[in-house]
């Protein structure tokens, strides 16, 4: 038989404080780099945490431990279509099992398991905070609950409503930190229990579509200028060509393209850097700054050493090209100097670059 102390430590709050001390810990001392919440991606979401029973509905069981795993899609960037399972670990309690027998009353103790089985849609509110890295949302679905019978019968299969909110942190590009919160109403007959989910878990992302640079088509070639009238004059060398064009003080090379969180120089962009070489053999007096720039994903300071990276990248490879590397200097600048918004794809693809500026 239960004690007063066992069902005390049953309630609700002390299980919803556990779990918030548990999540407030995590957070402070947990490090993001990359949120992406991405299009396409397969999430997978174990899960921890606790289920109270509604207390005013005479439900004959007492609070219990949950735990369970989560399946779903990212339809969009804030769209995720998620099937969840949870199985509840529950006791019947005290105040609604007393029953009558040949050998005289006697309250029943039997565990009580209750299983969930839920569909979700959860909506993301992306774009809120700096890189994304916390991202809170909303989530609403229906389901099935299986609750026993405390008498020895069989068990029923409950129509269920629910709806909450809950918040990720990254705490790497494909792996979240998640905490959710539900309200859970379920249907017997004419009646309906309002019932409390309250979890914890890790959310893995798997696949989905990557953000791409796209490369900006070429400025069209100016018109020839038409051809002057015959003059004797000296034969005059014409002037080097120019340089690309430039934008903020520096020459933009937008489709020097980095792979993800990568300092790598891509094939792509080698015949581009090519043309710098040229250009800088062919004015020898000519030094150059290095200037490397991201976007917004990600913490100011991971993108001010990866800005560095990346110039550092494109340096050694005109030093590997025979250019004098007293010419060259390099600075990151991170995510303090964009050309675009953030908000957007092609945004933040126009942010990830690496500029040229005379010094």
């Known amino acids: 038989m239960k004690n007063q102390e066992e069902v005390f430590m049953k309630k609700p709050c002390i299980s919803r404080a556990t779990a918030a001390i548990v999540f407030l810990i995590i957070c402070i001392f947990a490090t993001g780099a990359f949120a992406e919440n991405r299009e396409g991606a397969i999430t997978i979401t174990p899960f921890v945490g606790g289920f109270n029973f509604d207390v005013y509905g005479n439900l004959p069981y007492d609070p219990g431990w949950t735990y369970g795993i989560g399946l779903g899609y990212n339809i969009s960037e804030k769209l995720t279509a998620e099937l969840a399972f949870n199985w509840v670990n529950s006791d019947y309690n005290n105040n609604n099992n007393f029953i009558l027998t040949g050998s005289g009353p006697r309250w029943v103790h039997e565990d009580a398991n209750v299983t969930l089985y839920r569909f979700e849609l959860l909506y993301h509110f992306t774009g809120l905070l700096p890189g994304d890295m916390i991202v809170p949302f909303l989530a609403?679905?229906?389901g099935m609950e299986r609750l026993p019978h405390?008498?020895?019968?069989?068990?029923s299969d409950q129509f269920m409503l629910d709806y909450g909110a809950g918040l990720m942190y990254f705490l790497t590009r494909d792996v979240a930190l998640r905490g959710d919160i539900r309200q859970v109403i379920d249907w017997r007959g004419d009646r309906n229990w309002n019932n409390f989910l309250y979890t914890l878990g890790l959310?893995?992302?798997?696949?989905?579509?990557?953000?791409?640079v796209k490369e900006e088509a070429p400025a069209p070639a100016p018109e020839p200028?038409?051809?002057p009238a015959p003059v004797v004059k000296p034969e005059v060398t014409p002037p080097p060509p120019a340089p690309a064009p430039k934008e903020q003080g520096g020459i933009i090379f937008r489709n020097i393209n980095f792979d993800f969180d990568k300092?790598?120089?891509k094939p792509e962009s080698i015949p581009i850097l090519d043309e710098v070489v040229d250009y800088l053999k062919a004015n020898?007096?000519?030094?150059?700054?290095?200037?490397?720039h991201t976007d917004n994903k990600g913490t100011a300071a991971y993108n001010l050493k990866l800005s560095d990276r990346r110039a550092a990248a494109v340096k050694t490879y005109l030093v590997s090209k025979g250019i004098d590397a007293d010419r060259l200097t390099t600075k990151g600048y991170g995510l303090t100097k964009p050309v675009a918004p953030n908000n957007t794809e092609e945004g933040r693809a126009r942010n990830r670059r690496v500029e040229f500026k005379p010094i």
């Open 140 to 142: 609403a679905g229906t």
């Open 150 to 155: 405390w008498n020895g019968g069989n068990a």
């Open 203 to 212: 959310t893995y992302e798997i696949g989905g579509k990557k953000e791409e």
């Open 225 to 227: 200028a038409p051809a």
């Open 263 to 265: 300092a790598n120089i």
């Open 284 to 292: 020898p007096n000519v030094k150059m700054e290095i200037q490397g």
